[in-house]
């Protein structure tokens, strides 16, 4: 847990100046930027983004892993729990099947949120690591003031998360058949 809290407390973009630093320049383990197009293959294509992944995903990894541990600890501490783990199962079992699905609710809210923060925070990492994506083509459309792309950027983008949302709605439905709609 206080990886994940040092993870919620540092910005991306200085994430990525500190895996730049340390993985990229002292270690040589991955370039430090830039991009390899899949036509060159798949493994350098990867090598060029570890480096941004790790950067923009650790905190919303984090968010989602306290968000996972604190609605597990409320379940765990229910009388359905309680009274399986009394009966005999095994713990596997009520952690896995039970536990999991009574605590989905919140975890998916949180995955669901954090696609906003991502596509975001995907702006500030493309420039720090100097990778062509949607980020970079915004940041180029302000500077040349072409609000019509800038238009279509904010629009590609609230779709993304309007598309999010909707499936993560559907999951609730997955995930809890209580959930879903009856027929009248």
Do not use: W
Not at 24 to 36: K, R
Not at 124 to 129: A, G
Not at 133 to 144: C, D, F, P, V
Request: hydrophobic share 60%.
């Amino acid at each position: 847990m206080l990886l994940s809290l040092l993870a919620l407390a540092v910005p991306s973009f200085i994430l990525g100046l500190l895996l730049i630093l340390l993985l990229g320049v002292l270690l040589a383990l991955f370039p430090i930027g830039g991009y390899a197009p899949l036509e060159e293959g798949l493994l350098p294509h990867l090598r060029y983004l570890v480096l941004p992944a790790l950067a923009l995903g650790s905190t919303q990894a984090a968010l989602i892993a306290r968000m996972t541990r604190a609605a597990m600890a409320e379940v765990l501490d229910r009388n359905f729990i309680r009274t399986l783990v009394a009966k005999g199962m095994r713990g596997g079992n009520v952690v896995g099947v039970h536990a999991l699905r009574n605590a989905l609710f919140p975890i998916l809210t949180a995955v669901g949120q954090s696609m906003a923060s991502l596509l975001s925070g995907a702006i500030v990492v493309e420039t720090v690591f100097n990778i062509p994506g949607l980020g970079q083509l915004l940041i180029n459309s302000i500077a040349r003031r072409d609000f019509a792309m800038i238009q279509g950027i904010v629009l590609v983008v609230t779709v993304i998360c309007v598309l999010v949302n909707l499936l993560v709605d559907l999951l609730y439905g997955v995930a809890d058949p209580r959930v879903r709609l009856d027929k009248p």
